[in-house]
């Protein structure tokens, strides 16, 4: 996986992501998903969000003007191009990338505070960014959301119709090249039926949150409890 967008290393580098808090005493897990556009994965993870406790989502920086109810702060961050490239070039971004014409940025502190607070991230990035995470964060997990087919991707996008018409060509015609890269991911969900996909995004993070390899103090102070042997014994 490529990774030409990496921010130099800065004393907020990925050595310092470790943070603990969460009720298990584990290090958090970065949740990567990333789709082609209008595949669905706004609303699956707003989804999975609601219903699993613990998990915070990273709002990203973006050059883009806010589309339909978004909200700053919410969705997204929306920033001019000087201040994006400004904050880029001071190293701020744990990954970043130019999507359909705008410039799209995770900010370095923003994951920190979430990896502080106990909770778990999840990602919303394109492929590029989601490259960038798993090749500087070696625990990331990634998620590619499929599209069930081309047809119902169009249909999602026009369905949305909050963009222009050049623009949705532009993102249909990305949504292949994209396609071809869900294989380097780890998980892949078809969103056919949204609730059926939503359940399998929200199974993915509790698994992963049950992997021996991260297994937290909380899990080795009940395993110590079974090597001290019986008081009497
Ligand atoms: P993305 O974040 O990947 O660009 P969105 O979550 O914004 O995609 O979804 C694009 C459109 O498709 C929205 O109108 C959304 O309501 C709709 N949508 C999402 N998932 C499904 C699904 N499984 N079935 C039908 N429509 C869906
Ligand atoms: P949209 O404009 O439809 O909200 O998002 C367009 C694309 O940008 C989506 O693929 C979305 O995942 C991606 N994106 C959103 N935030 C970021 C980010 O911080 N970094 C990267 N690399 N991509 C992002």
Redesign the pocket.
């Known amino acids: 996986m490529s990774n030409e967008n990496a921010p130099p290393e800065s004393g907020g580098g990925p050595a310092s992501f470790a943070a603990k808090g969460n009720a298990e005493d584990r290090p958090g897990i970065l949740i990567v998903v990333s789709?082609?556009?209008?595949?669905?994965?706004?609303?699956?993870i707003k989804i999975v969000l609601s219903r699993v406790e613990g998990l915070g989502f990273s709002v990203s920086y973006t050059t883009r003007a806010p589309r339909g109810a978004e909200q700053e702060g919410v969705e997204y961050h929306f920033v001019t191009s000087e201040k994006f490239i400004a904050m880029r070039d001071r190293g701020e971004f744990l990954e970043w990338a130019e999507v359909h014409g705008h410039l799209y940025g995770t900010h370095i502190d923003s994951v920190q505070a979430l990896l502080r607070s106990g909770q778990d991230v999840v990602f919303?990035v394109d492929i590029e960014g989601a490259e960038q995470i798993s090749s500087r964060m070696p625990g990331a997990v990634t998620v590619f959301?499929l599209p069930p087919s081309p047809a119902e991707l169009e249909a999602?996008?026009s369905?949305?119709n909050l963009n222009p018409r050049d623009d949705m060509e532009f993102r249909l015609a990305n949504a292949a090249r994209e396609v071809r890269m869900s294989e380097r991911f780890d998980y892949i969900v078809v969103?056919?039926?949204?609730e059926q996909?939503a359940k399998a995004l929200e199974a993915i993070v509790v698994a992963e949150r049950h992997r021996a390899v991260r297994a937290g103090g909380q899990v080795r102070a009940i395993i110590d409890t079974f090597g001290r042997g019986l008081p009497n014994a």
Do not use: F, H, I, Y
């Open positions: 789709a082609p556009s209008g595949a669905g994965k706004s609303s699956l919303d959301v999602r996008l369905g949305r969103n056919d039926d949204l996909a």
